[in-house]
């Protein structure tokens, strides 16, 4: 029944995810047609980072302002960057949309940083808000380190020609963009304006619909001029499938999800009938393992983990003396390390797992298994206190005279007991064996 019970909660999870890998919330659907050409849509990347969720709801938030026949999207952008390839899918969808996309660096205080330059540089018409950045934009490596001999001059060179096509296709300032790469150069709104990196400073959406009004701009299908005057403004915000993919796809949080569904999972094959982390356990790996599928997941760094917990499980169940202990401190260290892929394809070091996160959780992981082991040790070189061996050294009293068999009482049990010496009635004597047939040696107590 217990088993019945955990297989229906893991059910139930799986139909979860698959729903919402389908997309299957009202919110998705909310507009049937209603929507006329007089409306504009304005979505917000808040301080988000570039993935291929932020790719995916940027370019599902195209498709439904084309099939509304919307007349433009507004993106309002704060982002620290990203994934190069999820940042390539945002400008091709950009490229190759039919409804004029305007991203607004917005509000103030935000940025459009790495990844956001060319995002920024794809849309049709571009504008920031007062007192927001723009730039630095040098690919770096997970790793860290923004050098070109540590990224690689082709990818330095194949980021300068990207943002120097949409800066040509978009009639920008080309020049600044290849500094943004090669030279990780940030300026203000101020100075995007003056150097035609942008075309409008403003300060909210009205003003900036107000700005636009009776601009032409090419769309994939041919020129367009925008009539913003008047325009029903609808805010669209992600979903609660987009919200939860974006949370768990954050690299800490997927690991996190990742050991707390393992430690789950052993906690309920060391106990089991548990149910409860067993359960949950299982409801964190089904969460890490989708989150995971969102990322470049190195499977050599998993198995490492998971040798990691396997070594971790043999030292309380084998003595080696700490051997696997070493073993899986560094098996997870490397495992920990190694998760997430390195490839010459990040802008901006943010997807990435914490170092103090891994050694946090490596050294508390460690902990716990040394702690086991330790105990377990403990007990395999400790005193036998159950059967024969368990009652050799007890204390007890003579019933009858012993001389040189009687009766003694030991914890309350009466037991047959030899002697060589005279035992009187009520002394207190010591069991030094035990011999066949449960006869117990026994000596006074000095």
Same mark, same amino acid.
């Given at each position: 029944m217990k088993t019945k019970t955990l297989l229906s909660y893991i059910a139930i999870i799986l139909l979860f995810l698959i729903s919402v890998k389908s997309g299957a919330f009202l919110a998705e659907a909310e507009e049937t047609g209603n929507a006329k050409s007089n409306t504009v849509h304005v979505i917000k990347v808040e301080n988000s980072i570039v993935t291929p969720v932020l790719s995916e709801f940027i370019t599902k938030s195209?498709?439904?302002?084309?099939?509304?026949?919307?007349?433009?999207?507004?993106?309002?952008?704060?982002?620290?960057?990203?994934?190069?390839?999820?940042?390539?899918?945002?400008?091709?969808?950009?490229?190759?949309?039919?409804?004029?996309?305007?991203?607004?660096?917005?509000?103030?205080?935000?940025?459009?940083?790495?990844?956001?330059?060319?995002?920024?540089?794809?849309?049709?018409?571009?504008?920031?808000?007062?007192?927001?950045?723009?730039?630095?934009?040098?690919?770096?490596?997970?790793?860290?380190?923004?050098?070109?001999?540590?990224?690689?001059?082709?990818?330095?060179?194949?980021?300068?020609?990207? $943002?120097?096509?949409?800066?040509? #296709?978009?009639?920008? /300032?080309? !020049?600044?963009?290849?500094?943004?790469? @090669? &030279?990780?150069?940030?300026?203000?709104?101020?100075?995007?304006?003056?150097?035609?990196?942008?075309?409008?400073?403003?300060?909210?959406?009205?003003?900036?619909?107000?700005?636009?009004?009776?601009?032409? $701009?090419?769309?994939?299908?041919? #020129?367009?001029?925008? /009539?913003? !005057?008047?325009?029903?403004?609808?805010? @669209? &915000?992600?979903?609660?499938?987009?919200?939860?993919?974006?949370?768990?796809?954050?690299?800490?949080?997927?690991?996190?999800?990742?050991?707390?569904?393992?430690?789950?999972?052993?906690?309920?094959?060391?106990?089991?009938?548990?149910?409860?982390?067993?359960?949950?356990?299982?409801?964190?790996?089904?969460?890490?393992?989708?989150?995971l599928s969102m990322l470049p997941v190195n499977y050599a760094g998993l198995l490492l983990i998971l040798l990691a917990i396997i070594l971790f499980i043999l030292e309380v169940k084998v003595t080696s003396y700490g051997l696997l202990t070493i073993g899986g401190i560094i098996a997870m260290t490397l495992g920990s390390l190694m998760l997430i892929e390195e490839p010459p394809n990040i802008y901006q070091p943010v997807l990435q797992i914490s170092l103090s996160l891994i050694i946090t959780v490596v050294a508390v992981t460690a902990a716990f298994f040394i702690f086991a082991f330790s105990m377990a040790f403990k007990t395999h070189l400790g005193k036998v206190t159950t059967g024969r061996e368990g009652l050799v050294g007890e204390v007890g009293v003579a019933q009858t005279k012993i001389s040189p068999e009687g009766k003694v009482s030991i914890h309350g049990e009466i037991w047959k007991a030899m002697s060589d010496q005279v035992i009187k009635k009520g002394e207190k004597i010591r069991v030094v064996a035990v011999d066949d047939g449960l006869v117990l040696r026994i000596e006074k107590l000095a």
């Open positions: 195209i498709k439904r302002a084309e099939e509304k026949n919307i007349h433009c999207l507004i993106i309002e952008l704060d982002t620290p960057g990203g994934a190069m390839e999820s940042m390539r899918e945002i400008t091709k969808s950009f490229l190759a949309a039919n409804v004029p996309i305007i991203v607004y660096v917005s509000p103030q205080g935000a940025r459009a940083a790495s990844a956001g330059v060319w995002i920024t540089y794809a849309s049709h018409i571009a504008a920031m808000a007062p007192s927001t950045n723009i730039g630095a934009a040098h690919p770096v490596s997970i790793g860290g380190g923004a050098d070109s001999s540590v990224i690689g001059d082709k990818v330095i060179n194949d980021a300068v020609a990207q $943002v120097k096509a949409l800066a040509e #296709k978009r009639d920008r /300032n080309a !020049e600044w963009a290849e500094k943004a790469v @090669r &030279e990780s150069v940030s300026i203000t709104e101020k100075e995007a304006l003056e150097l035609n990196v942008i075309d409008f400073i403003s300060p909210s959406i009205d003003s900036l619909l107000k700005q636009v009004d009776g601009m032409e $701009v090419e769309l994939a299908s041919g #020129k367009t001029r925008l /009539n913003t !005057e008047n325009l029903r403004i609808v805010y @669209r &915000e992600m979903n609660l499938r987009y919200k939860i993919l974006e949370k768990i796809s954050n690299p800490n949080v997927a690991y996190i999800l990742l050991m707390l569904g393992i430690y789950g999972l052993f906690f309920e094959l060391s106990n089991p009938g548990a149910i409860f982390p067993g359960v949950v356990g299982a409801i964190f790996l089904i969460l890490a393992f989708f989150a």
